[in-house]
């Protein structure tokens, strides 16, 4: 069957999305498979190597004890997802679909020893992790055979924890929260216009922002222990999505994602009340926040895929992400990166697909802030390293 005909109604390997983004962004949050013809379900899973390193902040203490390695060792842990979704085509201009996936997460980590004066052991250690899963229920209506509307309902978990340990965490040496799962509701809408006997399709999806409401248990090792309410809204974004047949087998697709991380933060209550108590002796602190973001995020891909044969289909693709502005800190050792990827799919009959895909990402670095008095979030380090990570996507499909 020629591409340009089989490309609207397959699971091209394009619908697998690049995860290790700026901020938390992990999936992308594709809806590639409600466009697929008739029934269609499919499953996914990615792992993500990456090699990210930095250095700690130098200490007096160090300094003065010759310590000469202050490498952080890997600070972003090896990562998988999954996820699973599926279309049903119930009337002639009637679709629904649901999709699980798990849009925002992070886990960086890392803890340095070394010996200083009189064998006293210096320490320093941070564990920031986030994680989400949402469940999207999708309906759609095609009034005519170009146009497609479509909206839905996304549930939303969201947790998360912090951990930070050492003399470079200045007030904060010795803060641990957690961040306890909350469940919250929110909404998407989008139209996709497209022209089958070109292979032409474009897609423009907006997400609203879910704001969660999370238990939070604070403590330090001055013994302070609350457990108030943190709010903290993932963001909202906008996907778009487009593709065209260039013959009969090439076809050139791209998309470009915009989420809006600049109003996203994370400040747990204590964490002001804590700050205040020290302002009169540090006012750099006054606008300290545990988490926020400079930028809003955009990120994009070009891909071209060529088909060779009725069952095999492959792939290259460029992708981009602008980071965030952020200087350099635990939760933020890249600024955005460069990356290039290779998929293939393999038809095995008429109903099954198997995809697989490989990207290499080449990360930027961020800015490290000159002025340490100035501190615009808790979780500082310095001197990162030239990073990069591997991405591994497999994804089966299903038509029925």
């Known amino acids: 069957m020629p591409l340009y005909k089989y490309m609207i109604s397959s699971c091209l390997i394009c619908t697998i999305q690049p995860c290790f983004a700026a901020a938390l962004e992990q999936s992308g949050q594709s809806l590639q498979f409600f466009f697929e013809n008739d029934n269609y379900a499919e499953i996914f899973h990615a792992v993500l190597v990456p090699d990210v390193k930095a250095e700690i902040k130098r200490h007096a203490d160090l300094d003065n004890a010759n310590i000469q390695d202050f490498s952080t060792g890997d600070l972003a842990q090896q990562d998988q ?29 890392y803890q340095y020893q070394a010996q200083i004066n009189d064998g006293e ?39 998360g924890r912090v951990f930070l340990k050492g003399k470079n965490y200045s007030i904060f040496d010795g803060y641990h929260t957690e961040f306890n799962s909350d469940h919250a509701w929110g909404w998407l809408a989008g139209i996709s216009y497209q ?19 999370n238990q939070t248990d604070e403590s330090l090792d001055t013994g302070i222990s609350l457990n108030p309410i943190t709010t903290i809204s993932t963001p909202k974004s906008i996907n778009l999505d487009i593709q065209t ?35 009169s002796d540090l006012p750099e602190f006054e606008k300290i926040k545990m988490i926020r973001y400079e930028q809003d995020q955009w990120s994009g891909k070009l891909g071209i895929a060529h088909q060779w044969n009725p069952r095999w289909v492959n792939a290259l693709e460029l992708l981009w992400d602008s980071g965030l502005d952020n200087s350099a800190t635990t939760l933020n050792p890249t600024d955005g990166h460069l990356g290039y990827g290779l998929a293939n799919l393999y038809k095995l009959n008429n109903k099954i697909d198997i995809s697989t895909a490989v990207y290499y990402l080449d990360f930027n670095k961020p800015r490290i802030e000159q002025n340490e008095e100035i501190m615009s979030q808790v979780l500082a380090i310095t001197n990162v390293k030239d990073n990069s990570a591997w991405l591994f996507a497999l994804k089966f499909g299903y038509h029925f």
């Open 245 to 279: 047949g260039l013959s009969k087998t090439n076809l050139l697709y791209a998309s470009l994602r915009w989420v809006n991380w600049k109003a996203f933060e994370v400040q747990p209550p204590q964490i002001q009340s804590f700050v205040n108590l020290y302002l």
């Open 81 to 109: 997802f999954s996820g699973a979704a599926i279309k049903l085509q119930i009337h002639p201009k009637i679709s629904l679909g649901m999709i699980y996936d798990q849009p925002f997460a992070t886990h960086a980590s």
């Open 121 to 159: 052991l210096y320490t320093e250690a941070a564990n920031i992790q986030f994680n989400s899963q949402n469940l999207t229920g999708l309906i759609g209506y095609q009034p005519s055979q170009n146009w497609t509307l479509y909206s839905g309902l996304s549930y939303q978990q969201f947790q």
């Open 195 to 213: 022209l089958p006997q070109y292979a032409f399709r474009t897609a423009l999806t907006y997400r609203s922002k879910i704001t969660h409401k």
